[in-house]
Every structure is written in C-alpha cells, then in structure tokens.
C-alpha cells in the first residue's frame, strides 16, 4: 500500500482520479489530506475550522477479480470494515444504507466510492472516507454529526487510526476473492441502521411508514409497508427521515 | 407550562456513574444536538451555549438529588428547568430521562417546540451510546 499524504487539496477523491489518468497510481494507494476544501460527499466547505481532527482520506484499490455486477460489494466491504473499526472502540455502530456509518442516531462517517468497469470486470475503485475523529464542534448542515472523541472523551492520533483502518478496509477488499457473497450481505444486513424496524420514509411520491427488510445483492434496499406491500428502491430514491 | 421529555433509554453504566458525569458541565458539549449548537462555554458552575434558532441557552444546577434527579434552571428567551431522572434497573444499568418544563406562548411554541424537543431527544440518545467511564 502506497501512501500519498497533502496538507490541504480539494478533494482527495478528484486528486486520485487524476492520478489514475496520467498512470500515477498503478497499486493500491491511500490520499491523506488534514482537511479538505471541498470534501466530496460533503454539501460544504466547512473543514478548514477544524484541520486535522478527522480523517479524510481515499484509497484506491484494484478489485479486478469482481464481476461488475458485484459492484456493490465494494460498498459492502467498506462499510463492514469501518464498522468493524468503530466496533473496537463503541457499540451501537450501524450501517446507514447505501453510505453512511452512524452510532445510534448519529453519523459518525460517509463513503463516497467511485467505481471503473473494464469489460465484465471492476478496474478500480476510488473509495473515499470522511470519518470523525478528534472534532467536538459542528459547522456543518450535515445532520446528526457525531464524532469519536465525542463518543469515548478521547483524543486520537490521526495517522495510526489511518493505518489500522486503511489495513482493516483491504482485507475485507481481499476477502471479496472468495465469492462468499451471501455470507457478506448477510452480515451488512445484520448491522443495517434501522434493520427490520418500523420509521418513516421519504420516496419521490410520498411519505410512509416501513421497514427495512433486506438488501439486494445489486444494492437495492426493500422496504416493507404494514400492509405486507414490498417496496424496492435503489440510491437517491428513498430518504430516512430521522 | 409545556413539557417536553424524551422517550426512557437504558444507559450501561450505574446510577452513580451517570450521575457524575451528568453533573459536569463539560461533558454536555458532547451530549449536545452538535449540528445545531455554537459558541458552547462550560465552567464548573455554568453551562451556556448558542441554539439555532432560539438563541444563547444559559444553564445551572440548582437541585440535585444524588445519583438519582438533577434539575437545572435554565435562561433563554425564556425561562425553562431540564430536568435528567435516573432510576437504577440493575447495578450496571440505569434508566434515563430528560426533561424540559418550559413556559411559553402559542407563538414561542410554534418556534421552539422542535428544537426543544431535538435537545432533549439528542441529550438522552447520546447519554445512550457515550462513553461515560
């Protein structure tokens, strides 16, 4: 693993794909940068306040043994490994389908993962994380915010949690060669926020109550209304209203 | 007067742990609503910080009962007591609530009721995941 650290640039995401295009990054890489002006994921520019509290940062990895309908394993895998690393130090920690990782009602870390397909396989994958880490004070119209240190009144260093986080994330990458799909959307399904409970929903057309019932594995998300209806929605086409 | 409580959670830590983290204004910064507070000053005796759109929020503890009720007065546009119950379930877990009594008029109710009850809401669901001890 290849590491590249910035003081500040736009977007760590944007930076790999740049790097990609002119050959740069040809092995797995992480971008570091202590704040980002304009994190992609992210509505705003708020971060400069709060330089190196979080990590910010995107990896690049080269899952090229994954068909491309499998795409959504790579958000799996992600997802599995922040939660198993938040894991280590509180409980309560669920995924927010299809990018969000929250303790309770909090988000603590959002993904934003970019993906290339070469034929019927992935090429690469542009996974990028914005995780709270040391930061108490909240600028940003992101709801919800929460953050590590606010969870366990510690404070962390950055550039070890980047290391035992980034290594968690490519073994679960790795993991992916054994095609042991089922068992993997089992266990996201387990740690889904809001799994199997009845809340609010937000579709294009209304609002509603249901529960999440399962995940596809193409990434879609089935909701189940009271009457026993079965709803499917993929990214952007639902809300949770919290 | 309008009641404002959060729904009973279950925190893993005893009465008396809970109680003494509850009873230092330091630790509410991180109990806070975080997306929607500023300009947060705790001293031992005092704890004020910014709520959007209500304004500066400005607490005291005036009452405690130990390990069990903590009340606080607070000053803000208007006058309100938090109010933080616990009631001990087992030695190592603790049933929590939290509380606002607030006296305000149907227009300062239009206008205050959701963020009053967001920070209650936000302070008992936070009691519930953080680390305490």
């Known amino acids: 693993m290849k590491f590249i650290f910035k003081d500040s640039l736009d977007s760590t995401n944007n930076l790999a794909h740049e790097l990609l295009e002119i050959g740069e990054i040809i092995e797995p890489t992480v971008i570091f940068s202590h704040f980002q002006t304009v994190g992609k994921g992210y509505a705003n520019n708020f971060w400069e306040s709060e330089t190196g509290k979080n990590l910010t940062f995107s990896m690049v990895v080269f899952p090229r043994f994954l068909e491309s309908n499998h795409v959504f394993f790579v958000s799996i895998a992600v997802s599995l490994a922040l939660a198993d690393f938040l894991e280590q130090y509180v409980d309560n920690v669920k995924i927010k389908w299809p990018n969000d990782i929250y303790v309770g009602n909090f988000k603590i870390a959002g993904i934003l993962i970019e993906n290339s397909v070469l034929g019927n396989f992935l090429e690469h994958s542009i996974i990028g994380i914005g995780l709270n880490i040391n930061q108490v004070k909240f600028k940003s119209p992101a709801p919800n915010p929460i953050s590590l240190s606010q969870l366990t009144q510690k404070n962390y260093n950055l550039n070890e949690l980047l290391y035992v986080l980034v290594e968690k994330i490519q073994q679960k990458i790795i993991e992916l060669k054994t095609q042991n799909f089922e068992l993997l959307l089992q266990e996201y399904c387990s740690k889904l926020f809001r799994y199997n409970e009845f809340c609010m929903y937000k579709s294009e057309k209304s609002t509603f109550e249901a529960k999440i019932i399962n995940v596809t594995e193409y990434g879609f998300l089935q909701l189940q209304k009271k009457s026993g209806e079965i709803m499917k929605f993929t990214f952007k086409e639902i809300e949770f209203l919290i | ?133």
């Open chain 2, 1 to 133: 007067m309008t009641t404002f409580e959060s729904t009973v959670k279950t925190v893993n830590y005893s009465d008396k742990t809970i109680f003494q983290f509850l009873t230092n204004f330091k630790n509410y910064e991180n109990l806070l609503p975080a997306d929607k507070i500023s300009h947060f000053t705790a001293t031992d005796t005092n704890l004020s910080f910014s709520v959007k759109p209500l304004g500066r929020f400005s607490l005291k503890i005036v009452a405690q009962e130990e390990f069990k009720k903590i009340k606080m007065q607070g000053e803000a546009k208007v006058n309100f007591d938090l109010y933080v119950d616990l009631i001990p379930f087992t030695e190592q877990i603790t049933k929590l609530k939290v509380k606002i009594d607030a006296d305000l008029n149907p227009f300062e109710k239009m206008i205050a009721a959701k963020p009053i009850q967001n920070l209650v809401d936000t302070i008992a669901e936070k009691a519930e995941i953080i680390k305490m001890a």
